[in-house]
């Protein structure tokens, strides 16, 4: 089957636009069937800011109230998105923007309230490819804010991470799948305050080992759960690491495979 | 031919959360393939206060520097583009989002600068109807804010009604098309005191004496202007009026044809 290579973006290079730009180069030379996925960095909490909207965090997650919905809404799909798909097609990749209500492509439901009321937030049910396989059928690249919908006419703030692994799953179906998230250290660290320990594969069974140890801790719970989340459904291979990882094959990164 | 309906919203409808449910209910009812054109109301304004950020405009119309492309782009592009796809799915109708950078759509130019520099505003090129006519194939229907690009990577602040026209045109390769521009009143208007006073029919000989009589004045000579230049290019034709116009026939409008 053919590859198709779901990249994920997401703080500093979306904060930074010569980041940006040099990653979009990059990812404009990829030349397999492929899918952008990109979170919104401090852009959304600077908004806030600038609007005096509080922002509030509960355990690192963004508490979503109408008002931050608006202003995700404005600044993932609206600012960021449009900003990407226009700097896409300069470079010559025919680029389409989506959130998961366009083509009803990612439904959500919104997380029910347990301890805590995250608002709205959506947690992904389904995945829809098939006007996605369309259009990249056509040659188009499809890239995607975090931004999910319930069908019933309501936008959820969605985790991109979860956006790009639930895309990764669902296009399995019909493609060999690998799976890209892009960050500013080179992987997976055995030492968090040494770039250059990355551990290079993971598996299910060193997995549990980084995990005991806690070596695996923090913001990379989520990321690592998320990752054999998608190895557990089908896609080849996850890789964790700088954006160069993309062209640049002999690039240090962690690979998280079965 | 088949009948392709392109509807442009603009105004008290994009404000009015009330008006825009209903409208889109109607639309949602239409039964012919379909695109959407929304303009952008107050709403850009509001939010450059709520940023503190000044708006200039000349002539009626907003001179747009990098921050109030920003601003424009995060709220056309962002939250009404969204919100608006999101309330479509939810009346099953499968709506995806586009700016004209999206499938590299409709490309512009910057508008030369002769005594007013406009800014970041587009006066439109060229339209790529490719990959939104296969979208509508599969019965999508697209959802245009105002906004374009230069396919150089800027994007460009430009006017609704020539983004709705153009588009009709350019689809009068496949389809017989007409055009809809919706607003507050029932039409064009001989006294624009008495909302009843609605001219049905506009056609290339009447428009000179109401030209000439100075009945069509100020904001309505752009948008007249418009419509003869789609009228001028084989859309069939243009209709002016409120909403209701687009599924109950006996609404009076006024209607412009060759």
């Given amino acids: 089957m053919e590859t ?3 990249v994920k973006i997401g703080g500093q290079l979306i904060d930074n636009d010569v ?5 979009l ?3 404009a030379q990829l030349d397999t069937p492929k899918i952008l996925v990109h979170g919104g960095g401090k852009s959304a909490t600077k908004l806030a800011q600038q609007m005096n909207i509080g922002v509030q965090m509960i355990n690192g997650r963004r508490i979503t109230n109408a008002a931050t919905l608006d202003i995700i809404t404005m600044m993932y799909a609206g600012k960021i998105n449009t900003k990407i798909v226009a700097k896409l097609q300069a470079k010559n990749t025919n680029a389409i923007g989506f959130s998961g209500a366009d083509g009803n492509s990612i439904i959500s439901v919104k997380r029910p309230v347990k301890t805590i009321d995250y608002g ?3 947690d992904i049910k389904k995945v829809n490819i098939q006007h996605l396989q369309i259009l990249i059928n056509h040659g188009i690249t499809p890239v995607f ?3 999910t919908h319930d069908k019933k006419g309501q936008l959820l703030n969605t985790n991109a991470d979860a956006v790009a692994s639930e895309l990764a799953i669902a296009f399995t179906e019909n493609y060999t799948t ?3 998230y892009c960050f500013e250290k080179n992987g997976v660290l055995e030492d968090i305050t040494n770039d250059d320990s990355v551990i290079e594969t993971i598996d299910a069974e060193n997995y549990q080992t980084l995990l005991e140890n806690k070596i ?3 913001g990379m719970l989520p990321k690592l759960s998320n990752c054999f989340h998608a190895i557990d459904h089908q896609v080849e291979k996850v890789h964790i690491g700088k954006s160069t990882m993309l062209l640049h094959k002999n690039t240090k990164h962690t690979t998280i495979q079965k």
Same sequence: chains 1, 2.
């Fill in 120 to 122: 709205f937030v959506g």
């Fill in 4 to 6: 198709l290579k779901i």
């Fill in 19 to 23: 980041a940006l730009n040099s990653f």
């Fill in 216 to 218: 695996i801790a923090d």
């Fill in 145 to 147: 804010c975090a931004i």
């Fill in 178 to 180: 690998e799976l890209y």
């Fill in 25 to 27: 180069d990059d990812f």
